[in-house]
């Protein structure tokens, strides 16, 4: 079976290594401050 997904990420790490992230949070291009990430923030 087939899975849509919207608004996939390719995300540069090292040297031409890449990774997909989906489900991001848009960020405000206005805003300067970074928030703070949790461990809640990450799936096994």
Known sequence: ALVD???VEKIKII???YMAA???E???PGRT???S???DSYMP
């Open 5 to 7: 997904f919207d608004e």
């Open 15 to 17: 040297g031409s290594t």
């Open 22 to 24: 989906c489900g991001l």
């Open 26 to 28: 848009v960020r405000d």
């Open 33 to 35: 401050s970074n928030a």
């Open 37 to 39: 990430v949790t461990s």
